[in-house]
């Protein structure tokens, strides 16, 4: 074997070599791209959870509860002094449970669901509300459904409120049991531990 021809072949499997760091270098990139990927996906767990329901939810729906850290309630008004809300930043705590009924195949009015929402200070230890003391945390009642002039949110001034914070870091527990007279109601009592 003449030397240009060891030249040629060693030449020949450096290329090879050299194709196969290419071939892992590349891998190592997209390996490390798809880690940067799923790093940036992160959610701020400090300004909205979702927590696993404790509460008694009706068999023939879903339920959720989710607390919101630096929120507010707007509450505005329209027909005849019925509330609406929006969700807003601010220096407390919003919390929401919410019943969704399994709609009713092909039926128009086959959706339903109620809403409940609380806004509390964070440094709100041991709150202890009832009766009309109720609307101090803005407690509202929202029914949602084809039913005709008993849709929307009801202010909430009938039943017992009581968020305690427990010894543990940032646990919280909240019991409420409330009653509307407005409207019919599935959803009257809420049983939830949460953290902040």
């Known amino acids: 074997m003449s030397y240009i021809n060891k030249y040629k072949v060693l030449t020949e499997n450096q290329i090879q070599i050299s194709n196969s760091h290419m071939y892992l270098r ?3 990139f997209l390996f490390l791209i798809f880690l940067i990927g799923c790093g940036s996906k992160k959610t701020d767990k400090k ?3 979702a927590y696993e329901i404790k509460s008694i939810c009706p068999v023939d729906g879903s339920c959720s509860f989710t607390s919101w850290k ?3 309630l707007l509450i505005t ?3 005849g002094n019925k ?3 929006e969700i807003v930043n601010g220096p407390n705590i919003v919390i929401q449970f919410e019943y969704k009924r399994h709609e ?3 039926a128009s009015d086959g959706h339903y669901s109620e809403h409940i929402y609380i806004e509390f200070a964070e440094n709100e230890t041991d709150l202890e509300l009832e009766g009309k003391n109720l609307q101090n945390v803005k407690l509202l009642f929202g029914r949602f459904c084809y039913c005709k002039g008993q849709n ?3 202010k909430i001034t009938n039943g017992k409120l009581s968020i305690k914070k427990l010894k543990v870091d940032n646990l919280y527990e909240l019991k409420l049991q409330f009653t509307t007279n407005e409207v019919p ?4 009592e809420i049983k939830e531990t949460f953290r902040l």
């Open 185 to 188: 109601q599935i959803i009257t």
């Open 70 to 72: 630096n929120k507010s």
């Open 152 to 154: 929307g949110f009801y």
């Open 47 to 49: 300004q909205t959870t």
């Open 104 to 106: 009713v195949p092909n």
């Open 83 to 85: 509330p609406s809300l």
């Open 77 to 79: 008004y329209y027909e």
């Open 26 to 28: 590349f891998i190592l």
